[in-house]
């Protein structure tokens, strides 16, 4: 941990450093460095919260790897889910190196690129899982994963050091509804061949017994139709395409006809069923259709199960969606599991629901099965350990009590050694014993609008301390000798009434102690104008402490006429 680490250290040696996506959901940036050439696994997004004022979604920063651009041998997306392949259209023009997807995943990708000249030039190269791709020095084979989105990869990355296994998102569903189960005859292989290291998904790993499978979730599924007179929506996530397949079909056998909100949801299944998936389901029918659909033929599959305020599901809720309107006797069901930090936004959404008598089914009231996670539970990462026999285990993608519990289970299944990283940590692999090194500068990134800054930025830290103490903008006018040439004007945001005649005599306090600093600075015989406006700061800050027991922001403009 004491050795710092420069350039023509990773010149020689296998290394692994995690820049996001360790100790925190989403972001996932992984890299891999073997004798000075690099590969990125995953380049993903994560959601912002209410710590990121008007900022949706948060980027990885791959500043530390800038440098070494020319030695970035290719970018490999693991699968389709935003966590992992969100960021690729706002990062790649940085980095500018080809990336390698499933045909699936290369897909969501073009689609998103679209709408990102900047990556116009950005070259895709499907891959196969019974090709190997040889980005010299690292071989990297590929292994097929059941996940809850089509052809999800785990990669398997060779060196002259050793080989490591790199899981991405997987799950042991035996009978998944899309795609095969795991390849175990092919980690088995690998197995046999020697693993120095299982560097994989942690999210599940504090959770007994297995995640269970997608074809429960299509009987829960009609379970919950069965029956039912009104209309139903089901939210889920827009990637979650093995979900859409279920609920069409639950759909089907009950004859009401499929109906999605939601261009996320427009943009995937078109994804998939140009690459073969969906085929065997009923058309959609559209949005403009729905009014004259009777309730009880109607099911609509919604975007927005993670609370997010500007999609279809939020907007119904509020009441705010032209030409569907739910009510008594219709039923929402949340196909999906909340992503920590989005609790509170989901649960608004439920309450609107409820509100306007809807009623609202989840995982923990359904009494059946109406999601399973993609994620592996203990026995699921137990039998991938057996197969595997790895000397060391690293865990990522999950928070730190995640990433813990699979270091624990790590232990208790006997496996060597184990590393839990942070963001940042540089993890030489090879030659020698596997050993925590460095750790080197890392973060996120806040996308606004306009512009991607720095999640350390002082327009980020600005807006949110205006958001919990509001502010105080003054304008004090001097005259040669010191004296007031006006009244200071001031303007408080997010503190006072200023309808409010009471509260605005307020205002008549904070001239008061105004004129009072400056009387002392004068007597002081003090002009220098950038004491006195700190001093009005300090005084005018400290009065509305005392008044409102917390810090407003102040700023003072001083000028002299
Ligand atoms: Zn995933
Ligand atoms: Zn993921």
Not at 262 to 278: D, E, I, K
């Amino acid at each position: 941990m004491n050795k710092k680490v420069g350039f023509s250290d990773f010149a020689k040696g296998f290394y692994f450093v995690p820049l996001g996506g360790s100790e925190q959901f989403g972001v996932n940036f992984n890299l891999y460095c073997c004798d000075g050439k690099w590969v990125i696994m995953d380049c993903g997004i994560g959601f912002a919260d209410e710590r990121f004022p008007n900022v949706d979604i948060l980027l990885p920063d791959p500043e530390f790897i800038e440098p070494y651009k020319n030695d970035i041998a290719g970018m490999v997306i693991t699968h389709a889910h935003e966590d992992h392949v969100g960021a690729v259209p706002y990062l790649w023009p940085r980095l500018k190196c080809p990336i390698y997807a499933t045909k699936f995943t290369a897909a969501v990708l073009r689609s998103k690129f679209h709408d990102f000249p900047n990556c116009k030039d950005a070259q895709i190269i499907e891959i196969d899982c019974d090709e190997v791709l040889d980005l010299h020095p690292f071989k990297i084979h590929f292994v097929h994963v059941a996940h809850s989105i089509p052809q999800a990869v785990s990669c398997v990355i060779e060196t002259s050091y050793g080989r490591v296994v790199h899981s991405g998102d997987w799950n042991l569903d035996p009978t998944p509804v899309l795609g095969q189960p795991s390849d175990e005859a092919r980690f088995r292989a690998f197995g046999d061949q020697g693993i120095l290291a299982y560097i994989g998904d942690s999210t599940n790993a504090p959770i007994p017994g297995r995640a269970g499978s997608e074809t429960q979730v299509l009987e829960g599924l009609e379970t919950v139709l069965d029956g039912h007179e009104g209309r139903v929506l089901v939210t889920i996530f827009a990637s979650n395409v093995s979900r859409i397949q279920s609920i069409c079909r639950a759909a089907e056998k009950v004859g009401r006809s499929v109906c999605l909100l939601g261009r996320s949801l427009h943009r995937m299944t078109s994804n998939a069923r140009a690459c073969g998936y969906l085929d065997d389901i009923q058309e959609f029918v559209s949005e403009a259709q729905l009014p004259s659909l009777p309730a009880d033929k109607t099911l609509i599959i919604a975007t927005g199960s993670q609370g997010e305020a500007r999609a279809a599901l939020a907007r119904i809720a509020r009441g705010d969606w032209k030409g569907l309107k739910l009510g008594r006797s219709d039923v929402a069901v949340f196909s999906s599991k909340a992503i920590p930090g989005n609790e509170k936004d989901i649960n608004n959404v439920k309450n609107n629901l409820s509100a306007s008598g809807v009623r609202v089914i989840d995982p923990s009231n359904a009494g059946c099965r109406v999601h399973i996670s993609g994620h592996p539970y203990r026995d699921e990462i137990r039998d991938m350990y057996e197969w595997l026999r790895p000397q060391l285990v690293v865990p990522v993608h999950g928070e730190h009590l995640m990433l813990e519990a699979q270091a624990e289970l790590a232990h208790e299944c006997g496996v060597e050694q184990t590393i839990i990283p942070h963001n940042g940590s540089v993890i030489r692999l090879g030659p020698g014993v596997p050993e925590l090194i460095d750790h080197v500068e890392t973060g996120v990134l806040a996308v606004e609008p306009q512009r991607i800054i720095k999640s350390n930025h002082a327009a980020i830290s600005d807006r949110r301390k205006l958001q919990y103490s509001g502010a105080a903008h003054i304008t004090v006018v001097l005259k040669g000798d010191g004296c007031l040439r006006y009244d200071p004007q001031m303007t408080l945001i997010g503190l006072i009434d200023p309808h409010s005649v009471e509260e605005a005599e307020l205002l008549e306090d904070l001239q008061q102690e105004i004129e009072d600093t400056l009387l002392d600075l004068r007597d002081d015989g003090i002009d220098d104008d950038v004491r006195i406006e700190e001093d009005i700061r300090v005084a005018c800050r400290r009065f509305l402490n005392n008044i409102f027991g917390f810090k407003p922001k102040v700023s003072i403009h001083l000028l002299r006429v």
